[in-house]
Structures are given as C-alpha cells and as structure tokens.
T-cell receptor
Framework: DVKVTQSSRYLVKRTGEKVFLECVQD?????MFWYRQDPGLGLRLIYF???????EKGDIPEGYSVSREKKERFSLILESASTNQTSMYLC?????????????FGNGTRLTVT | AQKITQTQPGMFVQEKEAVTLDCTYD???????LFWYKQPSSGEMIFLIY????DQQNATEGRYSLNFQKARKSANLVISASQLGDSAMYFC?????????????WGLGTSLAVNP
C-alpha cells in the first residue's frame, strides 16, 4: 500500500518565520505535489515535481518554494510565513506513465500562522 | 467559468440507501479523465473511482459507480447501500488531456452525511 507521510499534523508558526513542510512517499513515485485546501476554495495546486530537482509552478506559487533532492521527499517552504498562509496543506504523489494514476495523499498538515 | 461543478454543497442519506453526488465538467479536449475522492474528517483524501473519456463502460468499484453521461458532460458518483462511514466530503476532479498531464482541476466538494 502506498504511504505518503507528512511530517507534522499541526503546526503553529509566527508571522515572518521560515516554515518547512516535509513529505515522504514510499512507492517510488515520480510525481509529487503540494496543495493547499481552504473552505470554499477547494484544492489549489502550489507546486509539483516530476523528477528529482525538477519542479513546476502550480496555480498559487507566490510565497512558496519547494525542494526535491531525493525522489521520495518533497519539501514545501514558506520563506516568510504570513497569516494568509494559514491553511491545510496536502502532499500527494503519483506514478508517471500509467493509463491513469490516482493521486495518493498524506494526512495533511494544518498550519496556523499567528 | 468553473471547469468542475459540484452543485450540492451538502447531502443527507439514510443508512443503507443509495445516493448520487453530482459532478458536471467543462472541457473541449477529447481526452480527459474524471476522478472521485473522499475526504473524511481525518483529512486524508482517498481515491474512489476513475472514468476515462474513451472508456466504453461506466466505471464501478465495489459500492461506488460512476454514471458517466458524456454528451451532458456529467460524471455523477453513485454510492449504493450507504454506510455511516461514508459520511465525508466528496470531490470530483478532472485531468484534461492525456494521462501524462499531471494537473487536476478540482470541484469544491459535496458534504455527505449518512443518518442511522
């Protein structure tokens, strides 16, 4: 069974702090994603990566960066946290090349920026 | 314009009855895929079922089936014999273009409550 693990379930950070959200998957998936989920706005893609050291911007990359140094790990970085980045963050992974390949999600990290 | 529309913000169903959750989509690409996910209160998104635009038959996975009406651009999820554990948010999502397109377009979800 695919497992996507997010390092923290809940995080509370102060405005201006640099925040790291970590995600690890154990199924050798090529693609990894970071979404944020807000009530009334649904899931919005922040960044995704299709290979080690490769990344592409999603729909809302401003204020975020990512790092993928190893295939199994994809980190989301909030360079200077702001209150409008308070949200649920979901990491997902998927295999490349299948007829269809559903996203496998972690349990989410609920981040509060005060 | 919304590419994925889920018109029912909230639904109630009696345990053991069937329920249909609506999803309409908008795309001009002949190749696309439609996904349904479940998100219980624990937060994890769980993949339920997939329908490809070229699939001849409606997808089924256990108690889940997809009522795919291509001409109407609808892909409604049918849950048969509802269980209390089906209470959750349900999201419809679309991949436009071929399977190697990595981005999904998401609906805003439908909250389902199963009553005992």
């Amino acid at each position: 069974d695919v497992k996507v693990t997010q390092s923290s379930r809940y995080l509370v950070k102060r405005t201006g702090e640099k925040v790291f959200l970590e995600c690890v998957q154990d199924m050798d998936h090529e693609n990894m994603f970071w979404y944020r989920q807000d009530p009334g706005l649904g899931l919005r893609l922040i960044y995704f990566s299709y290979d080690v050291k490769m990344k592409e911007k999603g729909d809302i990359p401003e204020g975020y960066s990512v790092s993928r140094e190893k295939k199994e790990r994809f980190s989301l970085i909030l360079e200077s946290a702001s209150t409008n980045q308070t949200s649920m963050y979901l990491c997902a992974s998927t295999r490349q090349g299948a007829r269809y390949s559903p996203l496998h999600f972690g349990n989410g990290t609920r981040l509060t920026v005060t | 314009a919304q590419k994925i529309t889920q018109t029912q913000p909230g639904m109630f169903v009696q345990e053991k009855e069937a329920v249909t959750l609506d999803c309409t989509y908008d795309t001009s690409d002949p190749s696309y895929g439609l996904f349904w996910y479940k998100q219980p209160s624990s937060g994890e998104m769980i993949f339920l079922i997939y329908q490809g635009s070229y699939d001849q038959q409606n997808a089924t996975e256990g108690r889940y089936s997809l009522n795919f009406q291509k001409a109407r651009k609808s892909a409604n999820l049918v849950i048969s014999a509802s269980q209390l554990g089906d209470s959750a948010m349900y999201f419809c999502a679309m991949r436009e273009g071929p399977p190697n397109n990595r981005k999904l377009i998401w609906g805003l979800g439908t909250s389902l409550a199963v009553n005992p």
